[in-house]
Nanobody, 127 residues
Framework: QVQLVESGGGLVQTGDSLRLSCVAS????????LGWFRQAPGKERESVAA????????YYADSVKGRFTISRDNTKNTMYLQMNSLKPEDTAVYYC????????????????????WGQGTQVTVSS
């Protein structure tokens, strides 16, 4: 059973940057497809970015394209989310998620595609 732990959240101002990390344990990290999701108060959980297992292809929500970058370091069992040019609407709890094996492209942004979740880290962007 893989366990995921996020870190790196905090309170920043508009235009600032943050890097979130997600460390995995208990599984074969290199064989997992991974994703970042976020959930703001009163809203549904939404996909931010995903990186597939084989090939490492990345996918982004339109709202973060050009500002956020997802990456993984299989030697450190860690996934990252570099967030630049942050906006108040990026304020949310950010979750990392994982699933063993490949996810079809059409499903990378669906929370139901992932079997393992972290506890979340709060990101607050002030205006």
């Amino acid at each position: 059973q893989v366990q995921l732990v996020e870190s790196g959240g905090g309170l920043v101002q508009t235009g600032d940057s943050l890097r979130l990390s997600c460390v995995a344990s208990g599984g074969t990290f290199s064989s997992y497809s991974l994703g970042w999701f976020r959930q703001a108060p009163g809203k549904e959980r939404e996909s931010v970015a995903a990186i597939r297992w084989r090939g490492g292809h990345t996918y982004y929500a339109d709202s973060v394209k050009g500002r956020f970058t997802i990456s993984r370091d299989n030697t450190k069992n860690t996934m990252y989310l570099q967030m630049n040019s942050l906006k108040p609407e990026d304020t949310a709890v950010y979750y990392c998620a994982a699933r063993a094996g490949q996810i079809i492209v059409s499903a990378v942004h669906s929370p139901a595609s992932y079997h393992h979740w972290g506890q979340g880290t709060q990101v607050t962007v002030s205006s």
